[in-house]
């Protein structure tokens, strides 16, 4: 039977099933990315309690479970750290093309990206963020001013995310141009463009929407902390058994305008 959900509905568990599946670290049901490229974790449509027990041991005691564009609650003995309402945003019309001063980013430039990152706050950018796809920056005087990339993949689609500019350099549209190069680069993969913005963030979403995206839906980023050890045990225990499960976890690695959840 033909599965009616869309891809982007669970985008980081459509990435970590399909492309990025060589990076998924897996327990039963529950998939995350490594903690060092990404910090989404990914539940079924449908989570239980054994699959919040998972999402636990593969956190560890204390750490931080981060669910993508879903609007699944978390359990109310999880300490919530965050609660972002978001929309997000597919190319319908942008005017895509390569930009003349873009230039590729890659590894040795990841101290510099993290730099931006560290001073315009684009949203999640971590030490292998960058091995998820194309990144493209502009320089000025050889300094990386602007940059954008792509993170999760669904099958069929790239999101667009890590958009930042210099605070020194905004106003010169070169969130703009980026944004048009890297949906360039993933119409070419043969893919469609997405991302996501703060809802609160009027002035990123009339960007995008000037650009030619627009509105699939709203949705929401979610953080909380996993509980103590005593109680993440507990409710491992009290979880009921599921046929097969994984416990294995395997993983490898051969994120403007406040786009701040994107």
């Not at 039977?1 to 509905?9: E, G, N, S, V, Y």
């Not at 905004?170 to 809802?199: C, K, N, P, Y």
């Amino acid at each position: 039977m033909t599965d009616p959900r869309h891809p982007l509905d669970n985008p980081a568990r459509s990435a970590l099933t399909g492309p990025h599946a060589h990076l998924a670290e897996r327990r039963g049901r529950v998939l995350r990315y490594p903690a060092d490229v990404c910090p989404f974790v990914a539940l079924p449509d449908d989570p239980d309690a054994a699959d919040w027990a998972d999402a636990a041991a593969l956190a560890g005691a204390g750490g931080a479970v981060v669910l993508a564009a879903v609007d699944t609650p978390t359990p109310p003995d999880w300490p919530e750290t965050f609660a972002a309402p978001c929309v997000q945003l597919v190319d319908e019309r942008v005017a895509a093309g390569p930009d003349p001063e873009a230039v590729l980013l890659g590894p040795v430039d990841v101290p510099e990206m993290l730099d931006l990152v560290e001073r315009t706050r684009p949203g999640p950018f971590l030490p292998r963020t960058a091995g998820l796809g194309t990144y493209l920056g502009i320089r000025r005087g050889g300094v990386l001013v602007a940059m954008a990339g792509e993170r999760m993949r669904p099958p069929g689609w790239t999101e667009i995310s890590a958009v930042c500019t210099d605070p020194a350099y905004r106003g010169q549209g070169l969130a703009a141009r980026l944004i048009r190069a890297v949906t360039a680069v993933v119409r070419e993969r043969g893919d469609q463009a997405f991302l996501h913005a703060a809802s609160e963030n009027t002035g990123a979403i009339r960007l995008y929407e000037a650009l030619g995206f627009g509105l699939r839906r709203t949705t929401m980023f979610r953080g909380a902390q996993v509980p103590d050890a005593e109680t993440v045990s507990w409710a491992r225990d009290a979880a009921p058994a599921r046929p097969g499960r994984d416990t294995d976890a395997a993983s490898g690695l051969p994120e403007g305008p406040r786009e701040r959840v994107g």
